[in-house]
């Protein structure tokens, strides 16, 4: 089903922090996806979500249209305005989930502690449908290219529901 999630990265309230690029496509799509899942199971006030990109291009501005509006045809409002990650998120978060190789690797190179690298996780580790190594940037891609990515996105944000649930005895 994907990676196993341990107690010491959920702790008694699980806290996830999506990671993408810019933080404008894939990281809040997945919140905005999250977001959701997590409601529908009655679990929305119980797991903190939240979003953040590895580049300060777009700090403040909200997702790129084109993912905002593919999202919306699917029922998820993205309000997130882009942030960028910092170390205090390791602290902050339970489990922090990148998008691509390239992520993890800025993302491992902010953590304060060895074992901080615990709480890092691929995302694709998630999916059970999708049999994939990253989740693909769509942002110089078409329509179809964000579709894909929210498919991608909800099989894993589904196994990450599935493992927190296990781990909550839920």
């Not at 404008?24 to 996806?33: D, F, K, L, Q, Y």
């Not at 953040?52 to 309000?79: C, F, K, N, Q, S």
């Not at 690298?117 to 942002?139: G, N, W």
Request: hydrophobic share 40%; charged share 20%.
């Amino acid at each position: 089903m994907g990676q196993v999630i341990t107690p010491e990265d959920v702790g008694l309230a699980p806290s996830l922090l999506f990671v993408c690029l810019g933080n404008i496509c894939r990281s809040p799509a997945a919140e905005g996806v999250m977001r959701r899942v997590v409601a529908s199971a009655g679990l929305g006030s119980s797991v903190h979500i939240d979003s953040a990109g590895t580049g300060d291009w777009h700090i403040g501005h909200l997702a790129d249209p084109r993912m905002r509006h593919a999202a919306a045809v699917r029922g998820y409002a993205l309000e997130h305005r882009a942030r960028q990650i910092q170390v205090q998120d390791f602290h902050r978060f339970s489990l922090i989930i990148t998008m691509d190789q390239s992520n993890f690797q800025n993302v491992s190179k902010l953590a304060p502690h060895e074992g901080a690298m615990l709480k890092i996780k691929a995302f694709t580790a998630f999916c059970t449908r999708h049999q994939i190594s990253e989740v693909p940037d769509p942002y110089y891609g078409s329509a179809q290219d964000f579709e894909h990515v929210l498919d991608i996105l909800e099989d894993g944000c589904h196994g990450i529901l599935h493992t927190i649930k296990q781990q909550m005895g839920a």
